[in-house]
């Protein structure tokens, strides 16, 4: 996973809120960030959550 987060261009944590019953994704710049926020919302035996590296995909242009 470090070499992951190496050359990650942001993270994604994915989460259900268990006070609405929707799931949600939050995007964070750095990985201590997003593990943190994870953390914060997994405190519930209902909840889970689920973080992601997302990386940048070559040969795309910007819109």
């Known amino acids: 996973m470090e070499q992951q987060q190496d050359f990650a261009q942001h993270w994604e944590v994915t989460y259900l809120d268990t006070e609405s019953g929707r799931v949600r994704t939050e995007s964070f ?19 889970w959550v689920v973080v992601d590296a997302v990386h940048p995909t070559e040969g795309r242009a910007a819109a």
């Open 29 to 47: 710049d750095d990985a201590v960030s997003a593990e943190r926020f994870a953390c914060r919302h997994a405190h519930d035996e209902h909840g």
